[in-house]
């Protein structure tokens, strides 16, 4: 069993800050990657940030130089900076990772619940 808790998210005005926080818990060995996705409503889910385990990293076009995504290996916590905010429908942000669960050589991608993010003008 894998859980992934998101939190950090609520309402904030434009140009303001947040920090989304990813929690992730159960049968873990090691989690390869974690990313963020945000879905709107009627729309797709995309991807936003993703963190390897080695560090490097992958920002969707709209968000780079603004956002920032990082991982605290020890806890099994991925994070997401969001700077500069712009005003957007209400999106709901999702954590994803890639695991490996113990006595397992393979790799599954978890989601979590989500969590909602709203910019006002």
């Given at each position: 069993?894998?859980?992934?808790?998101?939190?950090?998210?609520?309402?904030?005005?434009?140009?303001?800050?947040?920090?989304l926080?990813?929690?992730?818990?159960?049968?873990?060995?090691r989690?390869?990657?974690?990313?963020?996705?945000?879905?709107?409503?009627?729309?797709?889910?995309?991807?936003?940030?993703?963190?390897?385990?080695?560090?490097s990293?992958?920002?969707?076009?709209s968000?780079k130089?603004?956002?920032?995504?990082?991982?605290d290996?020890?806890?099994?916590?991925?994070?997401?900076q969001?700077?500069?905010?712009k005003?957007?429908?209400?999106?709901v942000?999702?954590?994803?990772?890639?695991?490996?669960?113990?006595?397992?050589?393979?790799?599954?991608?978890?989601?979590?619940?989500?969590?909602?993010?709203t910019?006002?003008s």
């Amino acid at each position: 069993q894998v859980q992934l808790v998101e939190s950090g998210g609520g309402l904030v005005h434009t140009g303001g800050s947040l920090r989304l926080s990813c929690a992730a818990s159960g049968d873990i060995f090691r989690i390869n990657a974690m990313g963020w996705y945000r879905q709107a409503p009627g729309k797709q889910r995309e991807l936003v940030a993703e963190i390897k385990i080695g560090g490097s990293t992958n920002y969707a076009d709209s968000v780079k130089g603004r956002f920032t995504i990082s991982r605290d290996n020890a806890k099994n916590t991925g994070y997401l900076q969001m700077n500069s905010l712009k005003p957007e429908k209400t999106d709901v942000y999702y954590c994803n990772a890639e695991i490996q669960r113990w006595n397992s050589y393979t790799k599954l991608n978890y989601w979590g619940q989500g969590t909602q993010v709203t910019v006002s003008s």
